[in-house]
């Protein structure tokens, strides 16, 4: 039995040949880049340096970082025993006049750059949502104003108590899309009694984010409700 190729079967061969070791050599990169799964704190305040850990995969020395606001960041050594590809540690200060809103961090490394990861960029004190707040009777209590870091809860809700002044306007407002957050967030306001005075969903240019204002007439202690209509837990939101 006759083998034979013409020159061009075998130049196309080759073709193949390297587009396969081309193919690897990109997916090895890809592969190899740096992943960021989570930052904490969420929420920087202009004019502050606040210390970050971030947490994903391939976080591996030397890591460059970068921010979509004015900042700047200080790549810190990580503590001993820790595992420096899962773990990096920054100190990132502000400029005071840093725009409030949602920023974005990238890092690399010597093989890829990571995706971008949506943060707050908040002047309001940050208040971070305790996970023993499903229940209107066990509502964790909160200063206004601020910004509530949380995540949602699945098919429970996270109830977050404050003090309102007769005549008083507060605003609320929820970032979960607006973040990158698959959560479909609703918010309820509740007497400490627990009669509705407000339900909330997908405000208009906000996608599937809500937010609202109130006028409290009498003095006292109110509850906001944070639901998910979708029911998933886990995921991220920041309640302002």
């Not at 390297?18 to 920087?44: D, H, K, M």
């Not at 850990?53 to 820790?82: C, R, Y």
């Not at 967030?185 to 984010?209: C, F, H, K, Q």
Request: with cysteine.
């Amino acid at each position: 039995m006759k083998c034979c190729r013409t020159p061009s079967q075998t130049l196309n061969l080759v073709k193949i040949a390297f587009s396969v070791i081309a193919l690897t050599a990109y997916s090895s990169t890809t592969w190899a880049a740096p992943v960021i799964s989570s930052v904490t704190p969420r929420s920087f305040r202009p004019a502050q340096t606040t210390e970050v850990t971030l947490v994903g995969t391939d976080l591996t020395s030397p890591l460059n970082v970068w921010t979509t606001f004015a900042a700047d960041v200080k790549v810190l050594a990580v503590a001993e025993g820790m595992d420096d590809t899962k773990t990096a540690k920054l100190a990132i200060t502000l400029t005071e006049k840093v725009a409030v809103g949602v920023g974005g961090i990238v890092v690399s490394n010597a093989k890829g750059i990571s995706q971008l990861f949506l943060v707050m960029v908040d002047d309001l004190p940050s208040t971070t949502d305790g996970g023993k707040n499903n229940t209107a009777g066990s509502a964790q209590g909160v200063d206004q104003p601020t910004n509530i870091i949380g995540t949602s809860s699945g098919t429970t809700h996270d109830y977050y108590s404050f003090q309102a002044k007769a005549d008083e306007m507060i605003s609320f407002d929820i970032y979960a899309s607006r973040i990158g957050s698959s959560m479909d967030p609703v918010l309820r306001l509740l007497t400490e009694a627990g009669d509705e005075l407000a339900y909330v969903d997908d405000s208009d240019g906000l996608n599937t984010d809500c937010r609202f204002r109130h006028q409290f007439v009498t003095a006292g202690t109110y509850i906001i409700e944070v639901a998910d209509s979708g029911y998933n837990s886990g995921q991220p939101y920041a309640l302002r």
